[in-house]
Nanobody, 123 residues
Framework: VQLQASGGGLVQAGGSLRLSCAAS????????MGWFRQTPGKEREFVGF????????YYADSVEGRFTISTDNAKNTVYLQMNNLKPEDTAVYYC?????????????????WGQGTLVTVSS
């Protein structure tokens, strides 16, 4: 499984960005997808989770109501729509794949990772 994250950039507070994670590989639909973020010197932080069925998405409290995760199964792509961005959302964002269908917030339970894309929110 290979994951390619993209879409990061510089945005002002209150603005929006959409990150993409293109997935490829065998049986990718059997995995569930997570988004994480990390700032220097801090642990990688759970942002959200979705199954390829797209039936339900789960979010960290810090982004609930502002971020939305969705899937495009035809394109094998997962999106992270980020609205009303805040300076504290500044981080490198990673997509990851886990073989379990349960909601997983721990990074170590994800087997495959994208390369990360930098989001910078200016105040």
């Amino acid at each position: 499984v290979q994951l390619q994250a993209s879409g990061g950039g510089l945005v002002q507070a209150g603005g929006s960005l959409r990150l993409s994670c293109a997935a490829s590989g065998r049986a990718i639909s059997s995995y569930a997808m997570g988004w994480f973020r990390q700032t220097p010197g801090k642990e990688r932080e759970f942002v959200g989770f979705i199954r390829w069925s797209g039936s339900d998405a789960y979010y960290a409290d810090s982004v609930e109501g502002r971020f939305t995760i969705s899937t495009d199964n035809a394109k094998n792509t997962v999106y992270l729509q980020m609205n009303n961005l805040k300076p504290e959302d500044t981080a490198v964002y990673y997509c990851a794949a886990t073989s379990t269908s349960n909601v997983i917030v721990v990074p170590s339970r994800y087997r495959y990772w994208g390369q990360g894309t930098l989001v910078t929110v200016s105040s």
